[in-house]
């Protein structure tokens, strides 16, 4: 973060959504932590066959995915809160062929 450290274990993170230079984490918990780090180098450091790039500014945990609406482009996340997210048209196609 921009004051220090956080710890947190890949398995505790529900998704991840860009923000400039930073990303915002959704964490399973409800919690919510800006991190100055690009989306792109999370997506490096969480290679992780749980983790799927839904579009340029969001990624998501495979663990809290519950729906994927096909018409609306959405995909929808439960943890301790509900969480809706759209996914570009290419990578609804790649998603459907992991599920």
Partial sequence: TRSGFLFIAPEEIACCTADG??????????????????????????????????????????????QVDTRKGTCRLEGEEVIELKVSRNRLVKLAALL
């Fill in 21 to 66: 230079n930073y990303t915002k984490l959704l964490l399973s918990n409800g919690r919510q932590e800006v991190i100055s780090t690009n989306l792109g180098a999370l997506e490096f450091m969480l290679q992780d066959d749980r983790f799927f790039r839904i579009s340029r500014s969001g990624l998501i945990n495979f663990e809290y995915l519950v």
